[in-house]
Antibody, heavy 121, light 108 residues
Framework: QVQLQESGPGLVKPSETLSLTCTVSGYSISNGYYWGWIRQPPGKGLEWIGNIYHSGSTYYNPSLKSRVTLSVDTSKNQFSLKLSSVTAADAAVYYC??????????????WGQGTLVTVSS | SSELTQDPAVSVALGQTVRITCQGDSLRTYYASWYQQKPGQAPVLVIY???NRPSGIPDRFSGSSSGNTASLTITGAQAEDEADYYC???????????FGGGTKLTVL
C-alpha cells in the first residue's frame, strides 16, 4: 500500500526557510495524483498548506501563499515543502498526505506520521 | 466562505449515539471528509464522500449532509472512539482545501 514519510530538520531559526521532504513508497508519483502538506501547531487544529500535482501544478492556502513553495522530484519519488521567513507561529507538526478527489468530495489518505518542527534561535 | 465550524467539545455516554457537526457554505457544494486523531498520532480518515468508510473503519461510523451542515455519527460509541475529530472540504473555488477547527469527543 501507499506509504508516506516526512523528513527534514526539526529545528529552524526565525526568519530562515523551513524545508521538508515527503518520500512516497508503494506508488510512483509520476503516475499521477496530487500530493499535499498539512500542519498542526501544538495543541491546535489542522491547517491545509497546499497541494501539488505530479506535473507540478500547485494550489496553496491563501494565508501562506506568499511564503510557500511546493515541488516534486519524480526521480526520487519525493515531494517537498519550503516555507520562508518562519516565525514561532510556524512551529508545528507537519504532515504530508495524498489528496484524493471524487465527485463533489475530497479527502486526504494516506497520511505520513508527521514531523515536529520547532522554530527557535 | 472558506470556513468550516465545529463544536469544540462533545461528550457521549459509553454505548450511546453521538453526532458531531461541521457547518460551512462550501458544504452546500461538497461533501465533507472526516478524520479521527488520537493524541500523538496522525489523523486517520474515517468517512469520505456521501457516506463512505475506508477499509478497517467500524460501521458504527457514518456520515450525512444537509444544507450547509455535515455530520459524523457514531452509533454505539466505544471508549476507543475518544479522540479529536476534524472535518475537511474545499472552499467555493474548489481549489483550496479547508479543515474545521476540530471537536474533542469524550466518552463517559
Amino acid at each position: 500500500q501507499v506509504q508516506l514519510q516526512e523528513s527534514g530538520p526539526g529545528l529552524v531559526k526565525p526568519s530562515e526557510t523551513l524545508s521538508l521532504t515527503c518520500t512516497v513508497s508503494g506508488y510512483s508519483i509520476s503516475n499521477g495524483y496530487y500530493w499535499g502538506w498539512i500542519r498542526q501547531p501544538p495543541g491546535k487544529g489542522l491547517e491545509w498548506i497546499g497541494n501539488i500535482y505530479h506535473s507540478g501544478s500547485t494550489y496553496y492556502n491563501p494565508s501562506l501563499k506568499s511564503r510557500v513553495t511546493l515541488s516534486v522530484d519524480t526521480s526520487k519519488n519525493q515531494f517537498s515543502l519550503k516555507l520562508s521567513s518562519v516565525t514561532a507561529a510556524d512551529a508545528a507538526v507537519y504532515y504530508c498526505a495524498r489528496p484524493n478527489y471524487g465527485s463533489g468530495t475530497n479527502w486526504f489518505d494516506p497520511w505520513g506520521q508527521g514531523t515536529l518542527v520547532t522554530v527557535s534561535s | 466562505s472558506s470556513e468550516l465550524t465545529q463544536d469544540p467539545a462533545v461528550s457521549v455516554a459509553l454505548g450511546q449515539t453521538v453526532r458531531i457537526t461541521c457547518q460551512g457554505d462550501s458544504l452546500r457544494t461538497y461533501y465533507a471528509s472526516w478524520y479521527q486523531q488520537k493524541p500523538g498520532q496522525a489523523p486517520v480518515l474515517v468517512i469520505y464522500g456521501k457516506n463512505n468508510r475506508p477499509s478497517g473503519i467500524p460501521d458504527r461510523f457514518s456520515g450525512s449532509s444537509s444544507g450547509n451542515t455535515a455530520s459524523l455519527t457514531i452509533t454505539g460509541a466505544q471508549a476507543e472512539d475518544e479522540a479529536d475529530y476534524y472535518c475537511n472540504s474545499r472552499d467555493s473555488s474548489g481549489n483550496h482545501w479547508v479543515f474545521g477547527g476540530g471537536t474533542k469527543l469524550t466518552v463517559l
